[in-house]
């Protein structure tokens, strides 16, 4: 599986996508406008549990993306 995660200023979009069935599943996590960015890491936290991210999870990068999250490519 491959995980991509964008954050922006109203949400979190998320795609994850498997090579071995082709089919790729996305997301939405709406955000308040003057979520912090511990809200954003806490929030991204609960996203991996839930979907059990536990490595190679890049982010996308694009305009209006607030928050720079990851410093590895490894959520453990």
Do not use: H
């Amino acid at each position: 599986m491959t995980y991509g995660i964008d954050i922006s200023g109203t949400e979190i979009r998320w795609v994850r996508f498997s090579a071995e069935s082709n089919m790729a599943t996305c997301g939405r996590i709406p955000l308040d406008e003057r979520s912090s960015n511990y809200t954003l890491k806490q929030t991204v936290k609960r996203l991996f549990a839930a979907k059990k991210v536990r490595s190679f999870v890049y982010p996308i990068w694009g305009v209006g993306v607030r928050a720079k999250l990851f410093g590895s490519n490894k959520v453990d």
